[in-house]
């Protein structure tokens, strides 16, 4: 399974950024997808995902209410669309992917099998 991340950048605080990641070698449909992040000194953490295809949708307490996790079956895409940003979400925002995992485990970044590269995004106050 191969994954790529698009739509890092700079944004002001308070504006928006739409990430995408697009797969493939998988089976998309099926897969537990996940946004996850990691800022300057601090570990990679959870964000968002699907559990194994539409199963459910999660999103960590940081974000819920601001970002919106989607997903186009017929391109293989997942986005985050990213919204009222703050710099504490400044972040390598990566996707990734499982074929594996339980639920229990869904927010640990150890459960994920496949990632991609990081999409660097900036938020200045």
């Known amino acids: 399974v191969q994954l790529q991340a698009f739509g890092g950048g700079l944004v002001q605080a308070g504006g928006s950024l739409r990430l995408s990641c697009e797969t493939s070698?998988?089976?998309?449909?099926?897969?537990?997808m996940a946004w996850f992040r990691q800022g300057p000194g601090k570990d990679r953490e959870f964000v968002a995902a699907?559990?194994?295809?539409?199963?459910?949708?999660y999103y960590a307490d940081s974000v819920k209410g601001r970002f919106t996790i989607s997903r186009d079956n017929g391109k293989n895409t997942v986005y985050l669309q990213m919204n009222s940003l703050t710099p504490e979400d400044t972040a390598i925002y990566y996707c990734?992917?499982?074929?594996?995992?339980?639920?229990?485990?869904?927010?640990?970044?150890?459960?994920?099998?496949?990632w991609g590269r990081g999409t660097l995004v900036t938020v200045s106050s």
């Open positions: 990734a992917a499982s074929r594996r995992l339980i639920l229990s485990t869904l927010r640990s970044p150890h459960a994920y099998e496949y």
């Open positions: 070698g998988g089976t998309f449909s099926r897969d537990t």
């Open positions: 699907f559990f194994r295809g539409a199963s459910g949708t």
